[in-house]
């Protein structure tokens, strides 16, 4: 029997939906958001975003090497890691309804008309909560107009935004360290939808920096979060990072576990870190691993399971 009860707050849909559903179940999950990651299969748009990306930042990125990466990602992909609607309906078609919580993904760089046309499919959908990745995308937050359109449409009619801010191993680290955290304050003191930064597949060496910098976004926003893929060990079992809790606060983290990209043995070492947590009392436990996801499914009207709901 599972020791902890959670809902995973990060999560792709990169294998058959059942499979997820039964293995995320038996380490103790009660629900499950589901991320689809909205780019081009053919990879002639995201090339031209990641130029404009460059020009935007003013700085030099190894293009061969990142679309290589990019490339090796997404062929390994079923067709509803990239589609909202072939997502939502194999959530529906499989019987996982009950534990799934899909989101919309939409892709910023594709421009203003398309960004336009997606929000009227996730309206169709009744999908409530949208995922977008700056470094996967490749768009600038404080230069994208398609972005400040989405994040306008989501503060104003509820709509969660989840932000992956992670960073692809290849790519020139100031874009993490400096850029991405600095462009994001600044397209949210514009616009404030509720928004949950998300960093998996930061570089373990990066991970440190990474948190502080968005820690900093935190501070200064209280309608953001951050979800925990990749650093539930560093944060909740690491005297070092003891500060960072202290200072965000239990309320605004979020459990993730970034399954099926992280290994399973992964997933429950990180249940482990939290449950041992050096700072981490029972209440502030369960704020992290149910409490909080269900508080920002609430106030933003998804439809969820009659146990989650209780």
Request: proline fraction near 5%; include cysteine; hydrophobic fraction near 40%.
């Amino acid at each position: 029997m599972p020791t902890n009860y959670f809902i995973d707050f990060h999560v792709h849909p990169a294998a058959e939906l059942w499979r997820l559903r039964n293995r995320l179940h038996s380490a103790g999950a009660i629900a499950s958001v589901l991320y689809p990651i909205d780019v081009d299969p053919t990879l002639s748009l995201t090339l031209s975003g990641l130029f404009r990306l460059a020009r935007d930042l003013g700085m030099y990125v190894d293009v061969k090497s990142v679309m290589r990466e990019i490339y090796e990602l997404i062929s390994k992909w079923p067709e509803y890691m990239i589609d909202n609607m072939k997502l939502w309906y194999e959530v529906f078609k499989e019987g996982v309804s009950d534990f799934f919580i899909p989101f919309s993904s939409i892709n910023p760089s594709f421009g203003s008309k398309y960004v336009k046309q997606k929000i009227r499919e996730m309206e169709h959908l009744g999908l409530r909560g949208v995922f977008v990745s700056p470094t996967l995308q490749f768009f600038n937050p404080a230069k994208s107009p398609a972005f400040k359109q989405l994040l306008e449409y989501s503060e104003k009619n509820n709509v969660l935004v989840v932000m992956h801010l992670g960073m692809p191993k290849d790519v020139d680290e100031r874009i993490i360290t400096h850029v991405m955290p600095s462009n994001l304050v600044e397209a949210l003191e514009e616009f404030r939808p509720y928004i949950v930064i998300t960093g998996l597949g930061t570089p373990i060496e990066r991970i440190n920096l990474w948190v502080r910098e968005v820690v900093r976004v935190l501070r200064r926003f209280d309608n953001t979060y951050l979800s925990t893929p990749n650093i539930n060990c560093y944060l909740f079992n690491n005297e070092s990072a003891r500060s960072i809790i202290n200072s965000v606060g239990p309320d605004r983290l979020i459990f993730g576990s970034g399954y099926p990209y992280r290994r399973y043995r992964d997933l429950l070492s990180d249940l482990k870190c939290i449950e041992g947590g050096l700072s981490m009392g029972v209440i502030d436990r369960e704020k992290v691993l149910i409490d909080n996801a269900v508080d920002l499914f609430k106030y933003h009207g998804f439809r969820i399971s009659e146990t989650l709901s209780t």
